[in-house]
DNA sequence: AAGCCGGGGAG
DNA sequence: CTCCCAGGCTT
């Protein structure tokens, strides 16, 4: 931030402001101010495109209108509304913070970013964009769009995989802050999304191309600077789909490790039930820091005392396949039940 | 400060 | 195939 010190780039923000008022997206968490939906909607977006989230945001919204109500749901049914969205700490994480507002805040949603910053998977990024857009509050939402949209228009090299960017990129937004931070923030993120772009951004449409460093030096696809690379390792899992007559057994994960407390298959069996091992298949999964490899080796218990046996152990939950959906699965285990369905 | 957590769509 | 998205938590 070597040259941008002596400079106003204040004419930059409402440039933005103005450009925003005629290119909004029309979504529909920007019909209110509720901060409870505000804050859904953020959580619900984090690492989430637009039109991944919507279906889950509106279906969320529809189930627990409000704080109260997503404070007194049961845990599971929070997390069957954030299945297949992924990084389910944050499903988990909400329904914390909203037992935290009714404890904390009697059910009033906290106006001040250092109170909202409190609660459980609200980060820095999102206390600014709640407080800003819900309660006039004046901190830059920082997410990706604000390092794309900003080290492009000052060409700055700031490397964004470092752990200071979020601190160096909030100054930088700070030269350009207006007033108005809420709609700012908003219309950053589009912005971001719409024209700014990763690839192939669409410069010509931008209100800020006239004055965008990488632009004039063609140099779009240079910015961000990110050097750190994510790598997947493999990881090989075992499962074995135990079922009998439509029905299955299933556990629930535990809150460490991937799909934090969703359901899956057995990953062991005992030796009674070995003689009714069918056949095995496997799933090849990708997810951002592992290549799956699931076996699922099929369990028909034939037999109706061993069955028995097994559900009086009540060491298992048992599932079946005409309401498998009503519990979360991870989206291979769920796919692979959908596909037993069709046998 | 670095590593980890999903799933999907774009190119 | 690679990249990255309205980030945050844990260690």
């Known amino acids: 931030m070597k040259n941008t010190e002596t400079s106003d780039f204040k004419y930059i923000g409402n440039i933005l402001l103005n450009w925003y008022k005629k290119n909004a997206r029309d979504l529909p968490f920007r019909q209110t101010k509720d901060p409870y939906k505000i804050w859904i909607c953020e959580i619900v977006f984090q690492q989430t ?36 969205l992924g990084y389910y700490s944050r499903a988990i994480n909400i329904h914390k913070a909203a037992k ?6 009697h059910g009033s949603f906290p106006s001040e970013y250092g109170e909202i910053l409190k609660l459980k998977g609200v980060g820095k990024y999102t206390a600014a964009a709640v407080s800003s857009i819900c309660f006039n509050g004046k901190m830059p939402a920082v997410d990706g769009n604000f390092y794309r949209v900003l080290s492009r228009f000052f060409a700055d090299g700031f490397d964004i995989s470092n752990s200071k960017a979020f601190s160096y990129f909030s100054e930088l937004a700070a030269l350009i802050l207006p007033e108005k931070v809420g709609d700012f923030n908003q219309a950053m993120m589009d912005l971001g999304s719409e024209i700014c772009k990763p690839k192939n951004p669409l410069c010509g449409e931008c209100p800020l191309h006239e004055n965008c460093l990488a632009f004039s030096l063609q140099k779009m696809s240079s910015f961000p ?28 994960r535990k809150d460490d ?28 999964h990708k997810l951002t820091h592992k290549n799956l490899s699931i076996e699922i080796f099929d369990v028909d218990v034939t037999s109706a005392s061993v069955w028995k046996a097994l559900i009086g152990t009540k060491k298992y939950i048992i599932s079946d396949f005409e309401n498998f959906h009503e519990k979360s699965f991870p989206k291979p285990l769920e796919n692979y039940i959908q596909n037993s369905l069709k046998d």
């Open 100 to 105: 935290q507002i009714m404890a904390d805040y």
């Open 49 to 84: 495109r637009i039109n991944q989230g919507l279906n889950h945001y509106n279906n969320f919204i529809k189930r627990f209108p409000d704080v109260k109500t997503l404070a007194e749901a049961a845990e599971d049914e929070v997390l069957l509304h954030w299945k297949g």
């Open 225 to 252: 600077v990110k050097t750190k690379k994510v790598k997947a390792e493999n990881l090989q899992l075992t499962y074995y789909f135990v079922h009998r007559n439509g029905q299955f057994l299933i556990q629930q």
């Open 257 to 284: 490790f991937i799909w934090k407390k969703l359901f899956e298959f057995l990953p062991e069996i005992s030796v009674e039930l070995e003689p009714f091992v069918r056949n095995a298949k496997t799933i090849n």
